[in-house]
């Protein structure tokens, strides 16, 4: 998995905005192919917890 969250358009602006107002957790844990979470923004209303663990 190269990108965790992907905005498909068709010109390349990275000011896509993504809004995940009911996430409360993320856990990434070994993705050696990671190499970006989101081009664009991401709003999330509320998120406590984070954890990455084995990713570049």
């Known amino acids: 998995m190269k990108e965790i969250f992907a905005v498909s358009n ?3 602006n ?3 905005i993504i809004t995940l107002p009911k996430l409360t957790r993320l856990e990434l844990y070994t993705l050696p192919e990671l190499k970006i979470v ?4 991401i709003h999330c209303g509320s998120l ?3 954890h990455i663990f084995r990713c570049p």
Request: charged share 40%; aromatic share 0%; glycine share 8%.
């Open 10 to 12: 068709n010109d390349d």
């Open 38 to 41: 989101c081009k664009g923004i």
């Open 48 to 50: 406590p917890e984070v």
């Open 14 to 16: 990275d000011n896509s």
